[in-house]
């Protein structure tokens, strides 16, 4: 899907086809004090392993950088937990993917992460819930859709991010195509003006001066071509005086 196309799809298509629907979100509400407890945990691992690969550790300046880095997550992450997917909760994303596609933060490296913090918050989701899970009369059932809806939320977190990251990139590139039409386009007025001023000289007119109203970026060769114009017609008008002085003598 084209990144024009993905902006045309809302939230709410999202929710609709991923099937994040009332029970879901009630699910994944249940799973929030779990995920409060083990999403700084996972998000410690998560920066280890950014820190240690060369490709992500560049975009850190510092530890502070990154304990900031990781505390916006951990705000983020609560409110994936919260499930109420809000104009809020799609700026927040959406912030996010912009905010990447600005340094270059390829999405390889952003997927690696939800896929590590995925396997973290899971594993430790069904570690915690699994001893107490007939004393409490849930049922494999009733983990496996908490679960899902978990996995349902990240997706649709990371989906929103990329889709918004491959937007800013096509806008950045929509935006360069513009600018070089638009430089050619000067450029090639420039040319033709010039081009017409020559004739004009090449034809005798030596009173030619290019007086065309060009882009900024060509007032230097404006300048130059009319200053050598004038110093040619003065050149030439010596040259005729001096001839018609040895021919009157």
């Known amino acids: 899907m ?62 502070a950088h990154v304990a900031a880095a990781k505390g916006r997550q951990e705000t983020h ?17 959406r912030t996010i993917g912009q905010v990447h596609a600005k340094i270059g933060l390829e999405p390889t490296w952003y997927i690696g992460g939800y896929a590590l913090i995925a396997e973290h918050l899971i594993k430790a989701v069904v570690k915690e819930q699994w001893p107490g899970l007939l004393a409490r009369g849930n049922t494999p059932e009733s983990m496996g859709a908490a679960l899902a809806a978990l996995v349902k939320a990240i997706m649709l977190d990371m989906d929103l991010a990329i ?63 009319n200053h050598a114009a004038e110093a040619l017609g003065q050149t030439l008008a010596a040259v005729a005086q001096s001839a018609d002085s040895n021919s009157a003598s």
Do not use: C
Request: hydrophobic share 35%; charged share 30%; proline share 3%.
């Open 2 to 63: 084209s990144a024009t196309r993905a902006k045309q799809v809302t939230l709410e298509n999202r929710l609709e086809f991923m099937g994040i629907d009332s029970a879901a979100r009630k699910k994944l509400r249940e799973l929030k004090p779990s995920l409060e407890r083990h999403i700084g945990p996972a998000l410690t691992t998560f920066y280890d392993k950014v820190r240690a690969t060369p490709h992500t550790a560049q975009f850190f300046s510092s530890d």
């Open 77 to 93: 992450w609560t409110g994936i937990a919260e499930a109420t997917y809000g104009d809020g909760y799609e700026k927040a994303v």
């Open 163 to 225: 889709s918004t990251y491959l937007e800013a990139l096509d806008e950045r590139r929509h935006n360069a195509e513009s600018a070089h039409a638009e430089a050619e386009e000067r450029q090639n007025e420039a040319v033709k003006a010039i081009a017409h001023a020559l004739s004009r000289i090449a034809a005798g007119d030596l009173s030619t001066r290019l007086n065309q109203a060009l882009a900024p970026e060509f007032d230097r060769l404006k300048t130059d071509f």
